[in-house]
């Protein structure tokens, strides 16, 4: 078919979409779940047949009945919308790499503050699918090159499911108004025309439990074939061939290109005789689908805590599931639950917060019927003795949210960061290195408990502001230098002293019994050690920053990790800390949690005020440190002082809480004395009167 023929008959399929208004669209007004014997239509807008080729697609296959285009602007697709509404800040992007020491937090909503758009670090949204598309359900990044040129065409060469194949006008007309498309990202990648797009797979989270390959899903988006995962996870047939084996400047329309391109094999056996294919899905997504990419582990000094030691979320064990409170209409503008939540939909969400579910709304405000305490049958807390101070300088989430506090903030790996749920042999240690609950005041100035890092990246220090440099680049520019096979830190820094080292240090007949050292010669040992590895961060890192400035032509390229900026010093092989005033790069990034939400008895302040008004209340003095890959960690600081807690204020009322309860029985005491006192004097006063009387 001549190719000005396809693209007249994918424009007319847009056409008569965007004609298909929300009133003509079929549906089922039941609680009762409709079956899905439904046709498959691949990006073409072909229907699948048993002898397809071709990926199903999800956006002409649900599209035809579901309303694509309000889906495309629901709270996990919108991202790169300039007027989407983002809310308080989340879980960012964090681009790792353990060979380069980077772990570069990265967002496409502005409002979010100290986050790199990745734009600023050369990386393009083709990329950034690549590295996280396992963890979205499509849309958003994953159509990026429509997004990208939108302005520039408007139909957009995807030659994946044929030679010369072209993707329908109604995926930019159905998402993108280019109108309204932000000029961010300029970074396009070829890869696009081989790998497709990342299209909103329906059935990452509307699939019945048990019937989604999330592992298959990574595995082919790894793999490139993005077009392809959603046809993988689903199980509907086997996908041989490789996206990313076809080379950047490879012909798309050339017949040895198209032989690389993946091809399908359907299992005959899940189409009907009337050629539909059963797709079993519920309404309401189960728990287990948030969870593949909302899990979170807690890491300490032992390494990853065992799941069987902690408590479930207090709401799961009673039987409500993520979506009880997580909620949202067919736009899947899904409610993020934190007080104050302004809804796209205008609809009042007040009451699926915390607050709102268990208080009800303020007095004094409209529609107290909607408002009222008790959503889900949830219990009215009394908080009988607490102040009402409480409430207007913490979050519920402070005394009932995230793990207990300790000592120190501990470690916490995250499906988005840590890719939780796939197969691996984790220790905990894994970049990037996040750390909570971290006691920090909100958006709306309550404290309450946050995950936190620190950026690690290399980038270009101008006029005192570090921007992040492109990470995939990096690695090219420093692999020579650096010479890291697996990870930076290990690599880099972790040096081991050779025997002719050890002998000179501790002599040739002591250095050979290394299970005989003394205290004094294992400390000589760890010391010469950590110096050799300190000389060996310097000289790789001076070289890895000279590469750098030779690949990207820079003045001068530096490395960050933990709040330290290391640029090359006045010597060869030498790095020295450079006093840069960018917050940006160097502070901490917060983002406030909810869960695991405990019980009453196991909420902070449950045992008395002295549980968090003391010397030790972890909610004040609790401390973390700055961790990354870099050589030096930052000084340990306490929740307080992040806070803006005044040390005087707090030892004052520390001691005044300390001696409370002996102060309460004094003041009884004091006060029986009291009434006794009065007692004998009133009746010795009326025995008196009486005798005068007589």
């Known amino acids: 078919m001549p190719v000005i023929w396809m693209i007249y008959a994918a424009t007319l399929t847009a056409v008569l979409a965007a004609d298909l208004k929300a009133e003509d669209r079929y549906r089922s007004d039941s609680d009762a779940r409709y079956l899905h014997h439904i046709n498959l239509y691949d990006v073409n807008n072909r229907k699948i047949q048993p002898d397809s080729t071709t990926p199903y697609s999800p956006m002409n296959t649900c599209g035809r009945c579901h309303d694509y285009d309000s889906i495309a602007h629901g709270w996990h697709f919108n991202a790169f919308e300039p007027d989407s509404v983002a809310g308080r800040a989340g879980e960012p992007w964090i681009w790792t790499d353990p060979k380069t020491g980077t772990q570069l937090p990265l967002s496409y909503r502005s409002d979010w503050k100290k986050l790199y758009r990745p734009s600023e670090a050369g990386i393009s949204s083709w990329e950034m699918t690549l590295q996280f598309g396992g963890r979205i359900p499509g849309g958003n990044m994953g159509i990026g090159q429509a997004r990208q040129q939108a302005t520039k065409r408007k139909v957009t060469g995807q030659p994946v499911a044929g030679k010369t194949a072209v993707a329908t006008a109604q995926s930019d007309a159905g998402v993108v108004d280019a109108a309204a498309v932000e000029p961010e990202p300029a970074v396009v990648s070829p890869r696009w025309p081989f790998t497709g797009k990342l299209e909103i797979d329906c059935m990452v989270c509307h699939a019945v439990s048990g019937d989604y390959d999330f592992g298959e899903r990574r595995l082919h988006i790894s793999q490139e074939n993005f077009a392809w995962a959603p046809t993988a996870a689903l199980r509907l047939g086997v996908i041989q061939g490789r996206a990313s084996s076809i080379k950047d400047d490879a012909d798309p329309d050339d017949d040895a290109t198209q032989k690389k391109i993946p091809q399908v094999t359907y299992d005959a056996s899940r189409f009907g005789a009337d050629g539909s294919v059963f797709m079993d899905l519920v309404r309401k997504p189960s728990s287990n689908a948030c969870y593949q990419c909302h899990s979170n582990r807690t890491v300490t000094a032992d390494g990853i805590e065992p799941r069987w030691v902690h408590d479930q979320d207090v709401h799961l064990r009673a039987g409500m599931d993520c979506v009880d409170c997580h909620r949202n209409g067919i736009d899947h503008h899904i409610v993020r639950g934190f007080p104050g939540e302004d809804h796209p939909s205008g609809a009042a969400v007040e009451t699926l917060s915390c607050r709102g579910c268990h208080l009800g709304a303020e007095q004094g405000q409209e529609d107290s019927i909607t408002l009222r305490p008790g959503r889900l049958g949830s219990p009215k807390p009394l908080h009988v003795g607490l102040p009402p101070l409480h409430f207007e300088k913490m979050s519920c989430t402070a005394c009932h949210g995230g793990p207990i506090p300790k000592a120190e903030a501990a470690g916490i790996m995250t499906s988005l960061a840590h890719g939780l749920g796939e197969k691996g042999h984790r220790t905990g240690?894994?970049?990037?290195?996040?750390?909570?609950?971290?006691?920090?005041?909100?958006?709306?100035?309550?404290?309450?408990?946050?995950?936190?890092?620190?950026?690690?990246?290399?980038?270009?220090?101008?006029?005192?502001?570090?921007?992040?440099?492109?990470?995939?680049?990096?690695?090219?520019?420093?692999?020579?230098?650096?010479?890291?096979?697996?990870?930076?830190?290990?690599?880099?820094?972790?040096?081991?002293?050779?025997?002719?080292?050890?002998?000179?240090?501790?002599?040739?007949?002591?250095?050979?019994?290394?299970?005989?050292?003394?205290?004094?010669?294992?400390?000589?040992?760890?010391?010469?050690?950590?110096?050799?590895?300190?000389?060996?961060?310097?000289?790789?890192?001076?070289?890895?920053?000279?590469?750098?400035?030779?690949?990207?032509?820079?003045?001068?390229?530096?490395?960050?990790?933990?709040?330290?900026?290391?640029?090359?010093?006045?010597?060869?092989?030498?790095?020295?800390?450079?006093?840069?005033?960018?917050?940006?790069?160097?502070?901490?990034?917060?983002?406030?949690?909810?869960?695991?939400?405990?019980?009453?008895?196991?909420?902070?302040?449950?045992?008395?005020?002295?549980?968090?008004?003391?010397?030790?209340?972890?909610?004040?003095?609790?401390?973390?440190?700055?961790?990354?890959?870099?050589?030096?960690?930052?000084?340990?600081?306490?929740?307080?002082?992040?806070?803006?807690?005044?040390?005087?204020?707090?030892?004052?009322?520390?001691?005044?809480?300390?001696?409370?309860?002996?102060?309460?029985?004094?003041?009884?005491?004091?006060?029986?004395?009291?009434?006794?006192?009065?007692?004998?004097?009133?009746?010795?006063?009326?025995?008196?009167?009486?005798?005068?009387?007589?």
Request: with cysteine; hydrophobic share 40%; aromatic share 8%.
């Open 429 to 694: 240690e894994e970049l990037p290195r996040l750390t909570a609950p971290v006691y920090l005041p909100g958006d709306d100035g309550k404290v309450g408990p946050h995950r936190a890092m620190w950026p690690a990246f290399w980038g270009e220090l101008k006029d005192g502001k570090v921007t992040p440099l492109a990470p995939e680049r990096v690695y090219d520019a420093t692999r020579r230098a650096l010479r890291v096979r697996k990870d930076f830190r290990d690599e880099v820094l972790n040096a081991k002293l050779s025997s002719s080292e050890l002998k000179e240090l501790l002599g040739e007949q002591r250095a050979k019994l290394d299970d005989e050292w003394s205290a004094e010669e294992q400390s000589q040992v760890d010391i010469a050690t950590s110096e050799k590895g300190r000389q060996q961060f310097n000289q790789k890192v001076y070289a890895a920053l000279t590469a750098i400035e030779d690949e990207f032509n820079v003045d001068q390229a530096v490395y960050v990790s933990s709040g330290f900026v290391y640029g090359k010093g006045s010597d060869e092989d030498t790095v020295s800390k450079i006093e840069v005033d960018d917050s940006k790069a160097t502070g901490v990034i917060a983002w406030p949690m909810a869960h695991q939400v405990r019980p009453a008895g196991w909420s902070l302040g449950a045992t008395g005020c002295i549980e968090c008004h003391s010397d030790d209340g972890k909610i004040f003095s609790s401390t973390v440190s700055a961790i990354g890959p870099g050589p030096d960690q930052g000084q340990p600081v306490t929740m307080a002082s992040l806070q803006g807690v005044d040390p005087d204020q707090r030892l004052q009322w520390n001691e005044m809480f300390q001696g409370r309860k002996s102060f309460k029985f004094l003041i009884a005491g004091s006060i029986f004395i009291l009434l006794v006192t009065l007692f004998v004097g009133i009746g010795a006063l009326a025995a008196r009167l009486g005798g005068k009387a007589g």
